[in-house]
């Protein structure tokens, strides 16, 4: 175990052994094994999006064992999808990379809801049988459905833990209690990757915040306290500080569309913000593979970095 | 096992031997039995759609042994139900055709809902009972109720599993999400077949896509990836794609009403497009038994071809 | 169905539909496929006496595939293992013969027991999770450890009905209740079917009976009502007559060592006595493979004769 | 044991000694351990209303071992807190302290709702294993969803207690059943705390009421019992007469904020009143930790004194 | 996945996904990883013959801890210890080691008994708890208390699978129903890894084989049949093919006490029979850890030659 590792797992010794190890797994796989960063592979968009507005654009994506393929080839920590694609899958890849089972998934033919909630879709004891490392939830803090979602996932953890499995969870503002804007809001961004840490996530994935400010009682505390806001890093930094001062491990999905230079500027602002790493979907797999590789290859370079 | 039961097969090697029986027993069964396609008798419209809607046009159907009899005569690869027909024909075909217990129905007598959720009618325990080899359920994607039939379904094919049965699952879209249009548009349909591989699913059957694209977002990738839809074997490619790239066996109902011979040239495009197969109700069991094994034969045929 | 099985078959009526199809896929399964005679290849030889005894005469046994390749090739009924041959060969096989889990067995390396008492080694889940078509159990009728096999057998037979599993029982007699020589009395082993047939068992395999009658109190009556006995058919009659009149079917294990001829004019007796057909473990197996066929059809055209 | 002590949990003997053992933990625990009296850290702020709103007053708050550290030095009786913040730090403090779980949470991005209803976040067999003494519950009576709480609370609290684990619940009005006034009405919060009692709470926490009278029903027998409400220690002790006549253990939140003066006056009153202790979170752990540390010790020294 | 590895996992394709992957980790770890060879480190001894005797040659080992490292630092596949040693030391190795957990113990203070029986001292549940990736069991085929053991692992196997966990069971022949030079017997060691691989076990640990014949019956067939068993090769080889011919791992303890090149002798027997690997605990723990570490890597460059 090397040092940036012993040192993230120390905050989880009221975990149990098992949750260690397979966090430890996570944290020790691939190009960034070891140096207590990650990247990971998402592939719930079909189930979220639809197939071929997640995959027409690379159609060997329609397989999943081509995001296994790919996961492995990059060198990614961890790849995460829903049960169909996993059971279909696995079985070529045993052991060569650690698998969340995504537990829940939410799809775009369901009629438009202000207050969102996804489905559950799978079980702890489907992530046992397919040997997964952990289960994935998402929850949408600011729908009004928030205590279906928070209880649902209040549930899956505690067994989950039992069974030594770790557990990531995709908090995602969203709903009647939040503008589009505040979706992605510093504050908001903050007090959602701080209630998955209360509820007992071990990996929170969050998206990258701007620097907008929802919520109108937070606004006055961030500016008499001056809180630092300005720059990706400045806001990954709060971030990081909101998951008990980076006590649990944080990641970020999304960054710049605009070229892939901005991308990695993104990237970089994560890491100097203290950000534990990526999960990049689309933005890895719907690339053909070789491009997708030295791409996901470039993002880890910068996480390896000092 | 034939070759092509063995590939087949090949794909559920992540379920445990008892599932890889039940369904190679679907597909070893009645005339298409080791070509890798099946033809599937389904009755479960006496509920759907009231008794004399059903069967009145040939009153023999009334009787649930009607329907094996067909099935056994016609060399159909499974025959689907609901709890109280195979309940009260099974006893005399025992052993006679793989079953498949249709564990959730949905009545007219209902009142209309924009929003529509079936009733679980049967479990995982009546169709071990009454020795089925899988278990059929139906979801209603873009029904405002889909997280009741997801975690329905989700409970079921868990339970299922472990108790070696197969998992059928029909995927309707239906409900305010989508246009009545909508509920057959070549993106919906491969968008809910997905939807149902993901859940686990281990036979899909959707209903044949028209060329119709209904959601907006979808549009853009379609035409700009140039994704072939004239045809119905183009369609059919397009749905099988969405359904792990061809690693789970989507079936399909429906076809041209205006003559055998357009119901026939809508099987061969869906034997083109690599579909697994039909499930075919109403079109036969409203005819005479003779004409409809006689018609049932017909399109076994073309499957059967190369 | 056939007549025969369809006869067969009413017998079972007070069961669900599910053991009754599990039963007839046994009988319609092979080269005796509705006959309703059957031909079953046994290996558990192994366990109960060692590898080497079992399978170095031909040593491809050692592979538990080579069994499923023998049965299948042979058209036997039924293919019956314990639970590691099974789990470990049953991939390349699903679905290409019925499949009974034997659920205890008994090892030569015990010490020596007066009476002795087979330990369970699987269960009911298993026999579903690796789609079997019943469960297999023997009991040692004799054996002052008695209660606890048939309380052993109840449990697991209770609960593979409700699961839809045939159940059969190898009834040995056996312990020190019995001489060595009325372990295959034939009023004991009359005796022992019943017990077998009371217990709830849907096929029960005994040991080919001998003239000897071993039991004081049974003897006067055999003489008094002149019990026809000389002969194999006779003494098969009396053992079917002892099993319900022949509504549970009774198959035998044994036969004439002295030639294969001997052997097939014991299978004739069986035959005309009414027997349900044989159980035939190393006097296949041990042979090389085109040998074993051959014998096996042999048998085979015997049953199917009228 | 103190008599004090010993005098209180003489109104538990109805409890199970596990029960009692955690009640006498928290009563014997700290600066005020003997003394009957108790001052809590409260820190489920970071849930209720965002990170920084909560924390970035005294940055060193984002850690939850900052308030472990901080109940330990000021010698608090005990420590409350949600499960991802206990889980995290509990480790370096086991033993220290005695620890309430908060077992549900509210957040402040769910969107606005008249009628309130906090989720679930944790379980008895959580606190448990993270060796808690109590659990802690959220009720608000005045919503209309008081019935999904109240069976929530008494299902935990059945739980609790055959685990020997206290029941401390927050007892706060809120809802469309009270106007914003009522909700620190002296009326009301005695009868929140009553409903906490009779729903089998061992230690109840209200707001400090107001002088403010709710219900119009209520106000009559105020008046014409002339029950003395005009001063702090008036209405606590009627808030204490309320749960059980002193039987049950009531505690409190708030106290003036124009001045630490201010503050310790109403503290007094709570001492002269009956009231058991105070429950203390922003106003200390918001503050430098050595003054808070001071400022929590004041409070300690008013308990203290006869 | 390497090849080697590929091939071994293609045999335990019965088996759920989990355990597939857990049975890669193991193949996949430490220096012999990918090479389909393993070498595993157990530490029981000090339960089954004491402390003093175990440990006071090299007292480093009392410490749980140094046999973690040990294995570690000699790149073994897996350590295998009892519940305590595990629950003590993991915390500081989790995710460095494949574990597995000894289930059942035996010690030498009981009477002594002609016919043994382990006790058992751990769960599935622990396992997982502990981030183990498979359950361990010993059973003493020979011993008259064989049908306890037999219950005990078939019930623990059915759970640990289930969960995803491997099986690995140590067949040590034992007890009154053989010679003391029998439990080496190469026919009794071929029976008692036979009997394992029935159970279920996915990896099976036997004594490595004296030239001894125990059991008479089975002298005549080694005779007949003329089996080699001259050389350790020649036994090992027997073995493997009396474990599904090679389809279940069979792993040796045991070797040549008289010098290292003696031992390493038998260890390339092994590998030229066929063996997949060796299991070497006081041999390794009880020399300086520089010279076992030294002594282990040499055992594990013959494994690793062609």
Known sequence: ????????????????????????????????????KMVILPVDQGFEHGPARSFAENDLGYDPAYHFKLAVEAGCNAHAAP?????????????????????????????????PVPSVTGSVKDALRLGCVAVGFTIYPGSAQFKIM???????????????????????PRGSGISKQG????????YAAHIAAQMGAHIIKV?????????????KIYE????????????????????????RMVIFS?????????????IRGIHRGGGFGSIIGRNSFQRPKE???KFLKKVMDIYAGQ
């Open 150 to 172: 928070y209880q649902e996932i209040r549930g899956i953890a505690e067994e989950a833990k039992q069974c030594g499995l770790a557990v990531v969870v995709w908090s995602y």
């Open 254 to 266: 999304g960054g710049s569309k605009t070229s892939e230079d901005a991308f990695c500027e993104d």
């Open 291 to 293: 491009e997708a590789v």
């Open 83 to 115: 049960l169909g694609a996993i059971e279909t899958a696995v079985s070529d890849y045993v052991g060569d990379i650690p698998l969340i089972l995504k537990l829940n998934n939410h799809d775009s033919l369901a009629p438009d809801s202000a207050d």
């Open 207 to 219: 998206k990258l915040p701007t620097r907008h400010i929802e919520l109108e009682k937070a606004q």
């Open 183 to 190: 979706e992605t809001a510093v504050d908001v961004v903050a």
């Open 224 to 247: 008499s306290r001056n809180i630092p806001l300005k720059t990706v890093a400045d806001r990954v930094k709060h971030i990081v500080q909101s998951t008990f001062d980076g006590k």
């Open 1 to 36: 175990m090397t040092k940036n590792v012993a040192s993230i797992l120390s905050y989880y010794v009221g975990e149990n052994p098992g949750v260690r190890t397979n966090l430890a797994r996570i944290l020790n796989h691939g190009t960034l094994g070891g140096t207590g």
